[in-house]
């Protein structure tokens, strides 16, 4: 599952999505992402804080 959101400029995550073949795996994931406390550190350019897409692969290995 592929996930990517927005860090805005405050440090609050949106736009969060998640692409993958299992609809429960990726429901989990963007649940997971939501349920983080406290800020995101922005990306800066020339010093101001800006807007940065976030995108990061999740994988999990069942053993049987």
Not at 5 to 33: C, H, L, P, Q, W
Not at 49 to 59: G, L, M
């Amino acid at each position: 599952t592929m996930v990517t959101f927005i860090v805005e400029k405050d440090g609050t995550i949106s736009g969060i999505k998640a692409d993958g073949k299992d609809v429960d795996f990726n429901s989990e994931a963007m649940r997971t992402i939501k349920s983080i406390k406290g800020k995101w550190v922005p990306a800066k350019v020339n010093g101001q804080p800006v807007r940065s897409y976030f995108k990061f692969p999740i994988s999990m290995k069942f053993d049987n």
